[in-house]
Antibody, heavy 119, light 110 residues
């Protein structure tokens, strides 16, 4: 069955960058957009952006412009999200999610990666 | 892009129906029929419950239904059950090929 498996939890210092990986299996990787969303502790869900694995095109949310980079490696069906200039406000669970196609609805979710930013 | 507005909490007794609202603008909910709803139990990953305003993925109970009027979308849970106690988030496709989530609603089954 289709699934997304993310890299493990990470701890970073303020000002550093973090890279989260997302490995897909069970479906045609280049056929579906991958989005990234995050959820701070006890808070709601925030959309970060999307990446088209087929073309490598991306679109980032306004709150992350200039700080986030989303890429993919079609040879291993993996997606990556790198966030730079981290602050404590970036402490959150980061999810990669599959766009079911055309609907901007997320039918497959990774298990989440907790990124903690602390000095 | 501001978050869509949802009530912070709602509650109901088993068997009752509740309707969660999700208020947006003419640049998101009002413009596109791409509203989705997600259910999230504590410590769990969100689950897609409704997409394209009112469609249900395979395996989702028909007690869950979605609708939209103008800039506001709604999720109705009929025949409330204890396992429906969770957080619910709406989302909508928005202008500029972006997406926005709602503020989230905590549903309590009394």
């Amino acid at each position: 069955q289709a699934q997304l498996v993310q890299s493990g939890a990470d701890v970073k210092k303020p000002g550093a960058s973090v890279r989260v990986s997302c490995n897909s299996s069970g479906y045609y990787f280049t056929g579906y957009y991958i989005h990234w969303v995050r959820q701070a502790p006890g808070q709601g869900v925030e959309w970060m952006g999307w990446m088209n694995p087929n073309s490598a095109a991306t679109k980032y949310g306004q709150n992350f412009q200039g700080r986030v980079t989303m890429t993919g490696d079609t040879s291993i069906s993996a997606a990556y999200m790198e966030l730079s200039r981290l602050t404590s406000d970036d402490t959150a669970i980061y999810y990669c999610v599959r766009d079911r196609g055309g609907s901007k609805a997320f039918d497959i979710w990774g298990q989440g990666t907790l990124v903690t930013v602390s000095s | 892009q501001s978050a869509l507005t949802q009530p912070a909490s709602m509650s109901g007794s088993p068997g009752q129906s509740i309707t969660i609202s999700c208020s947006g603008t003419s640049s998101d909910i009002g413009r596109y029929n791409y509203v989705s709803w997600y259910q999230q139990h504590p410590g769990k990953v969100p689950k897609l419950m409704i997409y394209d305003v009112s469609d249900r993925p395979s395996g989702v109970s028909n007690r869950f239904s979605g609708s939209k009027s103008g800039n506001t979308a709604s999720l109705t849970i009929s025949g409330l059950q204890p396992e429906d106690e969770a957080d619910y988030y709406c989302s909508s496709y928005a202008s500029g090929n972006t997406l926005v989530f709602g503020t989230g609603t905590k549903v309590t089954v009394l």
